[in-house]
């Protein structure tokens, strides 16, 4: 843990994460199948991440009979990879049985979990090369409708502030 809040309605806690599969690696999977995070640098240590950088990559799924069918890469918290396969329009669910559904809206995405709590991705403005789209965290809704505000730099993936907006403010 490096800071956490103390408030009642929602408290947050931003902790650095180290993760072995990005030992060595700034913050990134070099996989023959695509990349795990819309991040190419990083400003911590190699294997390590700030647990709010999480980010969702827009990839393509090959067929066994060679169709594409268009999937989501979600890179949470501590750098473990979940893929959304669809499940109607604009709309993906985890192939891990997590219960996570994913709601895919113009510039956001949403990743909505079986407590309620809603996660908000905004588009990134550039993606990645191999990615057709890149998104990071910038909101965590509870069940309630109190929410944790993340703001990021122009570069999308250094945090300059985080603060909470209660329900009905």
Request: hydrophobic residues 30%; negative net charge; contains cysteine.
């Amino acid at each position: 843990p490096t800071l956490s809040t103390t408030d009642y309605l929602m408290p947050t806690n931003l902790s650095l994460v180290y993760n072995s599969s990005l030992s060595g690696l700034s913050f990134r999977y070099n996989r023959p199948e695509g990349l795990q995070t819309a991040y190419g640098t990083s400003y911590t240590p190699t294997g390590f991440k700030l647990n709010i950088q999480e980010t969702i990559v827009r990839d393509v799924y090959i067929k066994s009979n060679g169709e594409l069918e268009p999937t989501y890469v979600l890179c949470d918290a501590d750098g473990t990879e979940h893929i959304f396969q669809s499940a109607g329009i604009n709309k993906f669910v985890d192939m891990d049985g997590l219960g996570l559904s994913l709601d895919v809206l113009s510039n956001t995405l949403t990743l909505t979990d079986k407590d309620k709590t809603v996660k908000t991705y905004s588009k990134m403005s550039t993606s990645p090369v191999g990615t057709a789209g890149a998104w990071y965290l910038s909101k965590i809704t509870d069940k309630i409708g109190n929410s944790v505000i993340i703001t990021a730099n122009s570069s999308t993936y250094v945090t300059e502030k985080i603060s909470l907006q209660p329900n009905g403010l």
